[in-house]
């Protein structure tokens, strides 16, 4: 389908995209990759009256160290954070969850900042963020502020992003030393996931002393598996994992569509996260 008619600016600086958004309120929309908005223009489930491109904007992009935390911009793309080095070394689980997005088309427009801000629960990045305890740095008329990744997503496709408000970078606290491993579910190759476990473990002596998860299309927003989390303290084996496994879905509400019911996506968060931690951990 064609989109609907809408104006289109492409502004220089923060300052510049902060503008153009108070001045349209809430009949603009930030343009990013362009791989999630675009097929909503598309398909007509979005109705904008003004498009602000942010990609010219060069303090959007890139990734640096601040002591112990990874400062990613908001308009680095998938590729990059796949490939980028200090990501690897320092944020992995975030590098193996986004190398597993869409394809390497997608990959090569999509941003990190664009996936997070469009708030969907079924895409990889969001379960992701929360379980590395992200901080998300917004700038709007009223200057900058940050914002926890647990209290950003709020409901289905919605952030507590302001319509005013552009979405500068992400803050990562480094997990060197953590196991991770990010494993989903989705029966053709590039499609959504029906369910994702991102899983973060720290041993000691074998041990499981601090775990983080975070499920993928569980609910309207991604979730942590705080349940599952508490379990999985002190675990030191194969079956320690899977007792703590089985309270994986407690407390969430995933959806029921053409892909799943809310029991069989409940019975997969389940499976799932025994496999991620156990891949992570290399327990055997």
């Known amino acids: 389908m064609i989109p609907p008619a809408f104006e289109y600016t492409r502004p220089d600086s923060v300052d510049e995209a902060v503008r153009a958004l108070a001045d349209a309120g809430d009949e603009a929309k930030v343009l990013a990759g362009g791989q999630s908005l675009v097929p909503l223009l598309r398909l007509r489930l979005a109705f904008p009256e003004l498009l602000v491109d942010?990609?010219?904007?060069?303090?959007?992009?890139g990734v640096r160290e601040d002591g112990g935390t990874l400062v990613i911009g908001a308009m680095t793309t998938h590729h990059e954070v796949v490939r980028d080095p200090l990501v690897r070394r320092h944020a992995g689980l975030l590098a193996e969850a986004t190398a597993t997005v869409a394809d390497p088309a997608v990959r090569h427009r999509g941003t990190l900042g664009g996936s997070l801000a469009h708030a969907d629960p079924a895409g990889d990045l969001p379960a992701v963020a929360l379980a590395l305890d992200a901080e998300l740095v917004v700038a709007g008329p009223a200057g900058r502020r940050t914002i926890a990744a647990r209290e950003f997503f709020v409901d289905y496709l919605q952030s507590a992003l302001a319509a005013d408000e552009l979405l500068l970078e992400v803050r990562i606290p480094k997990t060197d030393g953590w196991d991770f491993h990010y494993e989903k579910f989705h029966p053709v190759a590039q499609s959504w996931a029906v369910v994702g476990v991102a899983a973060l473990v720290r041993r000691d002596n074998g041990r499981i002393v601090e775990a983080r998860v975070g499920l993928t299309n569980m609910g309207a927003t991604p979730l942590r598996a705080t349940a599952a989390e508490e379990a999985l303290a002190g675990a030191d084996g194969p079956q320690a994992v899977?007792?703590?496994?089985?309270?994986?879905?407690?407390?969430?509400?995933?959806?029921?569509?053409?892909?799943?019911?809310?029991e069989y996506r409940q019975h997969l968060a389940r499976v799932l996260t025994r496999r991620a931690v156990l891949a992570a951990t290399g327990m055997r």
């Open 54 to 61: 942010v990609g010219r904007i060069p303090d959007l992009h």
């Open 242 to 262: 899977a007792r703590a496994a089985e309270v994986a879905a407690e407390g969430t509400r995933p959806a029921q569509d053409l892909s799943a019911s809310p």
